[in-house]
Structures are given as structure tokens and as C-alpha cells.
């Protein structure tokens, strides 16, 4: 099977999150002698490979809405999730065709960009067990997953007439005043700003998204209540917390597959959230592996280079080799 045609045919199967269904029927249909099931729950539809095996491969079949259409320039392929994540499924299918006794669990899941409910529903159901799952590290194994913690936040203010600004307390200016304070205390993306209109008067709201990224030695609940505290009296939501995590003894079995591929190995950091996140909260020892640049992902600039597929599934099927002759 060749990598750039089944790139091409899974990135052209447009599947948003919750938009999922023709992918995962194409997907069914081209493993079908894997016997693959389809698992639901929380309105996701998650296909699932040899889902007794004690260590499975997960990566999602969502992506973000389209930004741009399949191109391939002779070395990279671009559109949206090229990379985030069908270059991994794109390993994994292409691993699945070289296998013939297959020893891991394969997990194709959906909604990982918008609420994870794919995972959630998988880690509710399975008891705890292994995990890779792939997603955009350059091919280095990310053994330290970063946490997060996301807020929105509304800052009041007082309206006056524009010629008056004194007379006002303007609430973009607190949000900015704050805003600055905030990302002194690590890696911070101001995610959306909303405030203000075009009328000559001072804005009295502002509405912002804040997204920390945290490391995983630090506490995220800690972490929480030192950003409350510098928000202290104004309108505050957490959206979402997740602590970071290091992986276990998992990284070891992908450490030895990288070995019989004759891959260098390298490690990494998962800055993102990813579907690892449940796994990990779940009890799973978990890690993050997979081809592609992250930073380029949900952008109009996403791309994957072909060779990157290839050595992710050699990766594969020679942990699979692992496994059968340590079995």
C-alpha cells in the first residue's frame, strides 16, 4: 500500500469533530480483515483493533475545521490533518499490511480536538493497561506531557463618553494590565479577546481566553489557585485542567522498537493537550510518539513529510516484533 495515496485518501475524507462517520466507515472497510469494531459512547464512534491486548496504539481521526485542501509539492503533503493526526493513521494502516499476527491494540478515535470524548469513553470501559498514542512529536518520544489550564475571564468596567476617558474605567485596559502579569508566570496563549465596540464610549467588558501550558513537575491545582489569586474580583470560569504527567516503563518497550527499526532516538515534550491525558488520569502508563511538526498543525500551513509516515510505521511493526518474542 503505497503512504502518499492513503494519506491522500484519508485527508480528503473531510472529518471535523463530530463529523467522524465517513471516516470511520472507510476505515472499517479497508481493515476489514482485522475485524475492527465500532465502540460508542458519548455520541463518538471509536473503531477499535484486538482490544484485549495489553498494550495499544491510539491516535484520533478528527480534525479541526478544514483550512486547506490536500497538496503534495514532492516532499511534503499539506491540508488539513495531513499530520494532526492521519499521518498517524495513515503508520498505523500501512504497519496493520506488513502484520501478520498482530500483538498490540489498535484505538481510532473521535472528538480528541474538541472534548476528548472519544478517549474518555474508551478509558471508562477498558481497564487500565498501555498506551502509545500518536500524535506530532518529529518522531521523538515525548515522555513529558505537559498540563494545562484553561480560563475564561470578564473584566468590568465603567462606560463614560469617549472624549471623557478618565471619566471611565476601561475594561480592556484592566485586561491587558492583568493579561501582561499572567504570562510572566509561564507559557501563556491569549486565546481570544472580545471587548469594546465602535461607539465613542469607554468599553465597560472585556472577555478573555487564557491557556496555560504547564510543565509536569508542576502542581496544576497549585498552579490554579496562584492564577485565581491575580484575578482575584473578577468574573473567572475554568474550562478545562489537566495535570502533566511523565510516562512509565511504556517508554522502555518503544525505546527497543525504535532500536530494531534502526531509528535514532530522541525525546521530546507534548506541550498539547492530547487524548494521553485521560489515559494517564485513568491509571495507563501512557506516552506520545508520532511523525509531523505540532506547531504547524491546526494552521492553514499543516504538512507532513512522506519518509516521516514510512519510519513511523517501521517503528510500529517492529513493536510489534518485540512483543510477540517477549510473549
Known amino acids: ?121 474508551i478509558v471508562e470501559e477498558f481497564k487500565r493497561r498501555r498506551a502509545i498514542v500518536m500524535e506530532p512529536t518529529e518522531l521523538k518520544i515525548a515522555n513529558r506531557h505537559y498540563g494545562c489550564l484553561e480560563i475564561d475571564v470578564e473584566f468590568l468596567g465603567s462606560s463614560a463618553h469617549g472624549a471623557y476617558p478618565d471619566m ?36 465597560d467588558r472585556c472577555s478573555v481566553r487564557i491557556d496555560f501550558v504547564i510543565p509536569p513537575e508542576v502542581k496544576v491545582d497549585e498552579f490554579e489557585e496562584r492564577v485565581l489569586n491575580l484575578l482575584k474580583g473578577e468574573n473567572c470560569t475554568v474550562v478545562e485542567k489537566a495535570q502533566g504527567f511523565v510516562s512509565g516503563d511504556v517508554v522502555k518497550l518503544l525505546e527497543m522498537a525504535f532500536d530494531r527499526a534502526g531509528l535514532p532516538i530522541a525525546y521530546g515534550e507534548m506541550r498539547s493537550w492530547t487524548d494521553a491525558i485521560n489515559f494517564r488520569e485513568a491509571g495507563w502508563d501512557v506516552v506520545v510518539f508520532g511523525p509531523g511538526e505540532l506547531h504547524l498543525c491546526h494552521t492553514e500551513r499543516e504538512r507532513i513529510r512522506i519518509d516521516e509516515i514510512v519510519k513511523a510505521k517501521d517503528v510500529l511493526t517492529a513493536l510489534n516484533e518485540i512483543i510477540r518474542s517477549n510473549s
Open 168 to 203: 471611565g474605567v476601561n475594561a480592556i485596559e484592566k485586561a491587558m494590565k492583568v493579561v501582561n502579569e499572567l504570562k510572566k508566570m509561564g507559557l501563556c496563549l491569549i486565546q481570544r479577546i472580545e471587548g469594546g465596540s465602535y461607539e465613542y464610549v469607554v468599553p
Open 1 to 121: 500500500m503505497d503512504a502518499l495515496k492513503l494519506l491522500k485518501e484519508l485527508v480528503e475524507i473531510e472529518s471535523e469533530s463530530g463529523e467522524e462517520d465517513e471516516i470511520v466507515s472507510y476505515l472499517i472497510e479497508i481493515l476489514y480483515e482485522f475485524e475492527p469494531v465500532v465502540f460508542e459512547k458519548y455520541n463518538t464512534k471509536n473503531v477499535l483493533i484486538n482490544q484485549n491486548a495489553d498494550l495499544w496504539i491510539v491516535t484520533h481521526v478528527d480534525t479541526v475545521p478544514v483550512k486547506r485542501k490536500f497538496e503534495f509539492d514532492g516532499v511534503y503533503a499539506y491540508g488539513t490533518g495531513c499530520c494532526d493526526a492521519k499521518a498517524s493513521v495513515t503508520a498505523i494502516v500501512l504497519a496493520l499490511n506488513e502484520i501478520e499476527d498482530l500483538n498490540f491494540g489498535i484505538a481510532l478515535l473521535s472528538d480528541e480536538e474538541e472534548g476528548g470524548l472519544g478517549s474518555r469513553a
